[in-house]
């Protein structure tokens, strides 16, 4: 079975820092493109981050640039995200997701297997 569990979030100050991770299990990460996405109460979800399988390449919502990096170990199956210099409205809940591994975008209808996500709240 084909499954990502998100960690690492939690509650943190303005200007603060949290490292999400995505673990698999049932496949194998280096595979896929693996995209985080975000979703604040009342609004769409929004693709935030993603990694290419085939070259590693990352590309990433403007809004976040110079802040989230987001990475991969092969060895230990997991993406991360790490977010720096949050911002109140970078809460939100987040997500990460596998999509082929051709797929190089933030469009979620192209993600097919998603997990449960995390929460992540900046306030002070």
């Known amino acids: 079975q084909l499954q990502l569990v998100e960690s690492g979030g939690g509650l943190v100050q303005p200007g603060g820092s949290l490292e999400l991770s995505c673990a698999a299990s049932?496949?194998?990460?280096?595979?896929?493109?693996i995209g985080w996405f975000r979703q604040a109460p009342g609004k769409e979800r929004e693709g935030v981050s993603c990694?290419?399988?085939?070259?590693?390449?990352?590309d990433y919502v403007d809004s976040v640039k110079g802040r989230f990096t987001i990475s991969r170990d092969n060895a230990k199956n997991t993406v991360y995200l790490q977010m720096n210099s949050l911002k109140p409205e970078d809460t939100a809940v987040y997500f990460c997701?596998?999509?082929?591994?051709?797929?190089?975008?933030?469009?979620?209808?192209?993600?097919?297997?998603w997990g449960q996500g995390t929460q992540v709240t900046v306030s002070s």
């Open positions: 990694i290419r399988s085939r070259d590693g390449s990352t």
């Open positions: 049932g496949f194998t990460l280096d595979y896929y493109s």
């Open positions: 997701a596998a999509a082929p591994s051709w797929v190089r975008s933030t469009r979620a209808y192209e993600y097919n297997t």
